[in-house]
């Protein structure tokens, strides 16, 4: 069983669609992200949290510490947001454990 | 303000070959971390350099070595390469441990 699972593995949406996607983590953690991945490679870091709730835009994170389990939403979809989602955390040696990614599709 | 930087974009080599991947943090960051992501996985931590010493390694044999130099750039050397250590090799920088980390755009190795 991976440390970090997320669900779903694929998601596709209509333009304007609320989506959510999810992240459980069996290990002790000191924080957690949330990456988006383009085709061809590029990471970029969305959100880096370690309680609570976060917001940018359209993109929402949070974390429940207790329940060991993290959700990404996006509101109002656009085509645009279609690449991988990764949920990563930092383990309590302060070595970053991945997902293996959500694929979404968002269509027009 | 450039942000982290890899050489080369993409690279082929044969088995047995050896190879070299560079990676230059952002400016001030002084911890630089290489991931490897096979096609279709998330990525894997290999190692970790923080102030030019090695900070974490991951699972990944000795065939994997890095440094990082006083500039805080830092290589991955992969030694006696298989077809299966083709994938994408990502770079990360930050300013510490336990930060937010900028990765670069990667590199393609592709092991023929």
């Known amino acids: 069983k991976n440390e970090v699972e997320q669900s779903p593995q694929n998601l596709t949406a209509q333009e304007g669609e609320f989506i959510t996607i999810n992240c459980s983590y069996s290990v002790g953690i000191s924080a957690l992200h949330w990456l988006q991945q383009h085709p061809g490679g590029g990471i970029v870091s969305l959100f880096m949290?370690?309680?609570g709730k976060k917001k940018h835009g359209r993109l929402i994170a949070t974390i429940n510490i207790q329940e060991k389990h993290s959700s990404l939403h996006i509101t109002a979809s656009h085509p645009r947001d279609s690449a991988v989602y990764i949920c990563?955390?930092?383990?309590?040696?302060?070595?970053?454990?991945f997902g293996t990614g959500t694929r979404l599709q968002v269509f027009p | 303000d450039a942000g982290v930087t890899q050489s080369p974009t993409h690279l082929i080599k044969t088995r047995g070959q050896h190879v070299t991947l560079r990676c230059s943090p952002i400016?001030?960051?002084?911890?630089v971390s290489w991931y490897q992501q096979v096609l279709g996985q998330g990525p894997q931590f290999i190692f970790q350099y923080y102030e030019k010493e090695e900070r974490g390694r991951g699972n990944f044999p000795d065939r994997f070595s890095a440094r990082q130099f006083p500039n805080y750039s830092s290589e991955l050397n992969v030694n006696a390469l298989l077809l299966g250590d083709s994938a994408l090799y990502l770079c990360?920088?930050?300013?510490?441990?336990?930060?937010?980390?900028?990765f670069g755009p990667g590199t393609r190795l592709t092991v023929l």
């Open positions: 990563a955390v930092h383990d309590n040696t302060d070595k970053l454990i």
């Open positions: 949290l370690s309680s």
């Open positions: 400016s001030g960051h002084k911890s």
């Open positions: 990360a920088s930050s300013l510490g441990s336990g930060v937010k980390q900028f």
